[in-house]
């Protein structure tokens, strides 16, 4: 079982729709939660960034965590199509942030 | 503008060569990393370095090389060793502090013919 399994999509929804993008793990070491937005042909920038479990919103989007079932989410509310990109999770145990094990991303468009 | 610059945007190089490529930070972080992309894959880590002067081996450092003279560079060296160059190439970098999120350049894409 890989550590981190996240479904690639393509996901594709209608402009206003919620979405919900998900990872499972299977390291019960790992504490730190993150998720990332890629742009083609860009760097990954940070969106969220979670400390064990619990949620958090920032705006139109809400990050949870769920370390009894080994699962994080992230919903995007009331979606833009400048929300269309990779979306990738990223997550580690305490330690250095070399660390980091990283979903393989899931490509979503978000249709006018 | 704090950030991390990546140079250059797209790399063209015939294979057997070795290529460098670019990155500087003027963000003031002391750890920096290189990370690789291919479609399909998550990112793996090649090459990360903590302080100057001091690096260490990611996961797939076979073929790489960096160097890290400087806090604001952290170069990398693709070699003609390494047998499937041709990738997308993120350097990212870190406040020190233990699990602090990456801070990402914009990338490198190489090719290798």
């Known amino acids: 079982q890989k550590e981190v399994e996240q479904d690639p999509g393509p996901l594709s929804v209608p402009e206003g729709a919620i979405v919900s993008l998900n990872c499972t793990y299977s390291n019960s070491a790992f504490q730190y939660f993150m998720w990332y937005r890629q742009y083609s042909r860009k760097g990954p920038e940070l969106l969220m960034y979670t400390y064990s479990s619990g949620n958090k919103e920032d705006g139109r989007f809400t990050a949870q965590v769920d370390k009894s079932s080994k699962y994080i989410s992230l919903f995007i509310r009331d979606s833009q199509p400048s929300d269309s990109a990779t979306y990738l999770c990223?997550?580690?145990?305490?330690?250095?942030?070399?660390?980091?094990?990283f979903g393989k991303g899931t490509k979503l468009t978000v249709n006018p | 503008d704090g950030g991390i610059t990546q140079s250059p945007k797209y790399l063209f190089r015939k294979e057997g060569q070795n290529v460098t490529l670019s990155c500087e930070q003027n963000?003031?972080?002391?750890?920096m990393y290189w990370y690789r992309q291919d479609p399909g894959q998550g990112l793996r880590l090649i090459y990360y370095?903590?302080?100057?002067?001091?690096?260490q081996k990611g996961d797939i450092a076979e073929g790489y090389s960096v160097s890290r003279e400087k806090k604001e560079s952290f170069p990398l060296t693709v070699t003609s060793a390494q047998k499937n160059p041709t990738a997308f190439y993120l350097c990212?970098?870190?406040?020190?502090?233990?699990?602090?999120?990456?801070?990402f350049g914009n990338g490198t894409r190489l090719t290798v013919t």
């Open positions: 963000l003031n972080h002391d750890a």
């Open positions: 990212a970098s870190t406040p020190q502090g233990l699990n602090s999120p990456l801070h």
């Open positions: 990223a997550m580690s145990s305490p330690g250095g942030s070399e660390k980091l094990v």
């Open positions: 370095s903590q302080i100057v002067n001091d690096f």
